[in-house]
Each structure stands twice: as C-alpha cells, then as structure tokens.
C-alpha cells in the first residue's frame, strides 16, 4: 500500500541555519503531495502541496518540490527561526475516485534556538 | 471567518465507555473527515462523511462510527472505549473540488482512556 517515510527527529538547529527534512513516498498512482505542520498545543496546518511532478509548492520562506523520479518531497527553508519550532508532517493522496485518505509519514521535531 | 471547530477540547473516560466528539467544519466546506492520532504518530484516517453519507472508511473497527447532519457538522462515536483509544481525535474538512483538494484540520479533541 501506499506510504510515506519522513527522515527522523527531532532536528535542533541554530536560528539562521539552512534546514532541510527529507521525505519519500510510495505509490501506486500518481498523489498529490503535502506538507503540513502542528506548533505546540494546536492543530494541523497546511504549509504548502504540489499536485503534479516537478511542481514546487512554497508558503513562509519553505519550498518542496515534487520529483518523480526519486519520489521524494524535501522541504527546505534557507533561514530558519526560533518561531518554526514545530512538528513537520508529509503527507500524500491518491486522488483518484472517491479517495480522499491523506497518508502521513510519522513526523519530524524541530528546534531551533536563538 | 471560523475554521474548523471541535468539542470538546479535552475528555477523560473509563474503559467500556462510550464517547461523542463534535466539529462543525469551515465556512463553504460540505466534506468532514476524522483522523487518528497517537503521541508520536502521524494520523490514521478513520473516515469521510460526504452528502450525509460514509464515502470511505479506514482500518478501524466498527465500534467507531460517525454521523454528518444537513449542516456538515459531524459526530464522532466510539463505544466499547479500550485504553489504546487514547489519542488526539481530528476532523478535518474540505470541498470536493478535485486533485489536490486541501484539508483543513480543527485543533483535536484529547482523549484519555483511564
């Protein structure tokens, strides 16, 4: 079945470093890709997709770019700060009939101190 | 404009007991869907609730079921409540529109099993 591996945390970065949270995924069809984050004490929020190969999705200084051919998603910011402290989240859909399941990988931690 | 709302926010209940959880989706959006999820875990998707209808169902038995009235609003019931019940519960909700259809995610609902 379909399945999505996110690289392990928790991540702890000096404010101003480059970040970069690795995700591949497996698929039977062709998905739409998602990345969504959960600060402390809220929910989910979307942070940014792209639904087709070679698609880059960015929101707030983050990119991801869909590859096919290595069925990855990285997301990847150039600065980070203290205030991106949170739980990143890939996810995928098959979007194809009435599937409107996402799958999630299992999440990445990050810190980011001043 | 109010996003995805839930209720309760926090609930402690006892094995063999059966809970409801509520959430009235964002404003324009006719598409609930509930989610599972444990500490340290990405989400499970439970199901979708589309027209007043079950459109797809994930891995979980049949103890949980749902329900969608006219509004959109949604109800989540599990009955016979094990321990490993215990998880943040999320709904989330959307418009069909197709490929890439974002899902918009309320804060959970924490459930303690006792």
């Known amino acids: 079945g379909d399945s999505v591996t996110q690289m392990e945390g928790p991540v702890t970065l000096s404010e101003e470093a480059f970040l970069t949270i690795n995700c591949t995924y497996t698929?039977?069809?062709?998905?739409?890709l998602f990345w969504y984050v959960q600060y402390p004490g809220e929910g989910l929020q979307l942070l940014l997709k792209a639904t087709k190969a070679d698609d880059k999705g960015s929101n707030k200084g983050f990119e991801a770019t869909y590859r096919k051919e290595t069925t990855s998603f990285h997301l990847e910011k150039g600065s980070v700060q203290v205030s991106d402290s949170a739980v990143y989240f890939c996810a995928l859909r098959e979007d194809a009939g009435n599937n409107r399941k996402l799958i999630w990988g299992l999440g990445t931690s990050l810190g980011v101190n001043p | 404009d109010a996003g995805v709302t839930q209720s309760p926010t926090h609930l402690i209940k006892t094995r063999g007991q059966q809970v409801t959880l509520r959430c009235s989706p964002k404003s324009g959006h006719d598409t609930v869907s509930w989610y599972q999820q444990a500490l340290g875990q990405g989400p499970q998707f439970i199901f979708q609730?589309?027209?007043?209808?079950?459109?797809q169902r994930g891995n979980f038995p049949d103890r949980f079921s749902g329900h969608q009235f006219p509004n959109y609003s949604s109800e989540l019931n599990v009955n016979a409540l094990l321990l490993g019940d215990s998880a943040l519960y999320l709904c989330a909700s959307s418009s069909l529109t197709g490929r890439g259809e974002t899902q918009y995610f309320g804060p959970g609902t924490r459930l303690l099993v006792l």
């Open positions: 698929a039977t069809g062709y998905p739409s």
């Open positions: 609730y589309y027209e007043e209808e079950e459109r």
